[in-house]
């Protein structure tokens, strides 16, 4: 991908926590939203992470989640706070920059975040860079075992309603009917032009809970193997929270079933043994979660979101990310999901 800011915009975005000293770019990573730049400045290694991609965002338009996800961090061990969260989450959407001074074992340790565009044209983050290697270049059973006992700790933070978004916490809560109900829908709708109509009526007839005896919790919504850094055999950081989201537990253990690691022809597929592993460490709960007909939900609206992420790309005439599968793949797993569901 093309290299799209300048040394000039590059210095603007670090020019509130180092004025005057020119960071010097290292690597550039282009993902499929972000552009990721690693620059040293000062003697040290930082991550510039820009929101390139913006009309392919699915999210809420403007924030950088990690500035509300170490705010949540923070508050864990107090319970549910939605109230008092709304309030921290309307500062903080109202400056739309700041620097940062908490942080978290779970994340990077953020230092600048930047949704104003006064120095850049899209909404950015700047991060003490990660050293390590993702999970997926290191396909051990104990590594897999620690990143579910990571995303615990991540799940630990619930709420007392579900909401439809970070700037919904609070204010406008919804049920969960209605929450994955308007999920599935927008998705059906965008696929309908692409699937066998059997599968879009199938879609359509799936059985919803009418309640929901889970907590909401707090969940990544990207928690894959290429978004876990691994260092000396541990967990060094979950990066990218772009995703975050107010869910229940189970959409985070769908990403890891289908992309568990790379296969022998380095594209991501699943695997049993480390999946296990993973779901082990996750504890108890982990495996009465992926063996509940909640997680087939969300198997379905997963595998349909994908699918219909990876037909506009193609419809766009725009390249895979490497190791990613394509669209078709996806509507072979929808198929024998829906298939077993009827």
Known sequence: MEFILTASQIERAFSPLFPGQPP?????????????????????????????????????????????????????TTGPRDKEAAVAFEHLTAAGRGIVTEHSDELPVVRYYDWSRAYLPHPYCIYEWVEGAPLWETPHQHVYALAGQTLVRIHHIQFSAFYADFLALGVHPVSWPERYRTALDKERVAAQAHLPRTFVDALGALVIPSSMSTPPCLVHNDFAPGNIIVRDGTIAAVIDWDNAVIDVPHLDFVKMKYWTAKNTT???????????????GYGPTGRDMIGSPLFVLYEVLWLLRVFNFERAKEKQGLARAPGYPAAASYERRLAQILRKGS
Not at 45 to 66: C, D, F, M, T, W
Not at 266 to 280: I, K
């Open 24 to 76: 010097h770019v290292q690597q550039v990573f282009a993902g499929n939203i972000n552009t990721i730049i690693q620059v040293a400045v000062n003697g040290r290694s930082y991550g510039l992470r820009v929101r390139v991609h913006e009309q392919a965002y699915r999210y809420e338009p403007n924030l950088i989640k990690e500035a509300f996800v170490l705010w949540l961090m923070k508050h864990a």
């Open 266 to 280: 380095g594209e991501l597929a699943h695997d049993p043994a480390l999946f296990g592993a993973f779901v082990d």
